[in-house]
């Protein structure tokens, strides 16, 4: 009976990477002054699917040559959730200390988003300032953070699964 290696030091390892990357995306575009579109989307896809699937190789070279769909998924949703905690902790503090005018613009942009939706929908008074509380709710930097996680370990769950379904030994 053959016994697999730890996951441990790979989601360590990876999920410290993937962190560390994470951040340096945010602060570049930060110091550029550069907003976020599909190429950079697209671009942190690829880089997110070449570290889990780096993280599985290298796991299943080390293991002798085998790995199951289990041990994938687990590594994939390790480094997520490493990455993820760092990722979210920067972006909070990125955006309640760094970069505050964020916020104020994002929540100003909702609120002129809301004012229309209001005008549109004819809501009642009550309607119109219990959709204007929720608006703010989303703007703050505690709720980026905590979505920037989820949508992490979203990512790299399917990657995770993906990758183990084409690396897996049968």
């Known amino acids: ?15 410290s990477l993937f962190g560390a990357y994470s951040i340096l995306i945010l602060v570049l575009l930060y110091a550029f002054n550069y907003e976020s579109n599909t190429m950079i ?10 570290i889990v699937w780096y993280a599985i190789h290298l796991y299943k070279i080390d293991n002798d040559g085998l790995i199951d769909l289990t041990t994938s998924i687990k590594l ?9 905690l760092i990722y979210a902790f920067y972006t909070y503090m990125h955006y309640e ?8 613009d ?12 209001i005008q549109q929908q004819q809501m009642s008074e009550e ?19 905590t979505l920037g996680l989820i949508s992490i370990i979203f990512k790299t769950f ?9 690396k897996r030994n049968n």
């Not at 994002?106 to 939706?117: I, P, Q, R, T, Y």
């Not at 399917?158 to 084409?166: E, F, H, K, Y």
């Open 158 to 166: 399917l990657v995770g699964l993906i990758v183990g379904m084409i």
């Open 41 to 50: 989307s697209i671009m942190n896809f690829v880089i997110t699917v070449a």
């Open 76 to 84: 994939g949703l390790s480094i997520g959730v490493i990455g993820g």
């Open 127 to 145: 309607e119109a300032e219990m959709t204007k509380g929720l608006s703010g709710i989303f703007a703050s930097p505690f709720v980026l953070a």
């Open 106 to 117: 994002m929540k100003a942009s909702m609120e002129a988003e809301m004012e229309a939706e």
């Open 1 to 15: 009976m053959h016994q697999d290696i730890p996951v441990k030091p790979y989601a360590t390892r990876f999920g």
């Open 97 to 104: 200390f760094i970069q505050p005018e964020f916020i104020a």
